[in-house]
């Protein structure tokens, strides 16, 4: 995002601490990617994920989150905005680490989604090239 759209965006929502960025795919199953910025625009937080419609399949690719913010509820608020994403779809993500199992076994107990680490995935979203829009506030997350 440029300058002048980052200022307008903080003119315009003078409460607002935490921006959640919207990175969409350009193409069916491609990668989506949130990042929060907090008003001094240091990035916060990351999630990248795919969602393929077409075997109701998703994958979170990457969580990563700035130990200032870690256990504040931030990781969940994401992963919870990816699954709006593919409700019921059965959903897997890449390797962890032992800070994401415990995660993500939390988030499999809330949620009923497996979240199985390196498990494999459709075509769809093995094969999607990459590609996404430029950012937008991610209306999901901002009231």
Known sequence: MDEFRWR????????TERFFLLHAATRPAG???IRVYCRDRI???????????????GVISKI????EVQRQGLGTLLVDRALLEGRGYRWTTSSQS???????????ARTGAE???????GEHIRESPPGRHRPVLDRRLHS
């Open 8 to 15: 307008w965006m903080l003119l315009r929502r003078p409460r």
């Open 98 to 108: 032992p800070d994401g199992q415990a995660f993500f076994r939390a988030m499999s």
């Open 64 to 67: 990563s989150l700035s130990p």
């Open 115 to 121: 979240f199985r680490a390196g498990a494999r995935t």
């Open 43 to 57: 990035s916060d937080a990351r999630l990248v994920w795919k969602v393929c419609h077409e075997c109701k399949r």
């Open 31 to 33: 990668f989506q990617d």
